[in-house]
């Protein structure tokens, strides 16, 4: 791991204390993972916006996936 300093206001982090105090958790942990989660959030946003644009460019025929809505299989649950 990398030590690395950063700058953050004290109301954030203020809020950030009283999380992890809760969380029994450190700073450090706390902020890895919510920066994990905001890379996972933006790496998924990316590919839901490349996808809408894959379909933009190519949109969907209106009976290109009827045909397999008799293949499906329903639980009776």
Do not use: H
Request: glycine letters at 2%.
């Amino acid at each position: 791991m990398k030590t690395i300093q950063m700058t953050i206001d004290e109301p954030l982090l203020e809020e950030v204390d009283r999380l992890i105090a809760t969380l029994d958790t450190s700073r450090s942990a706390f902020i890895r993972d919510a920066l994990q989660a905001a890379i996972r959030k933006y790496t998924f946003a990316a590919l839901e916006e490349q996808d809408a644009q894959g379909y933009a460019r190519y949109p969907m025929e209106p009976d290109e996936v009827g045909i397999w809505v008799t293949e499906q299989a329903w639980s009776e649950e």
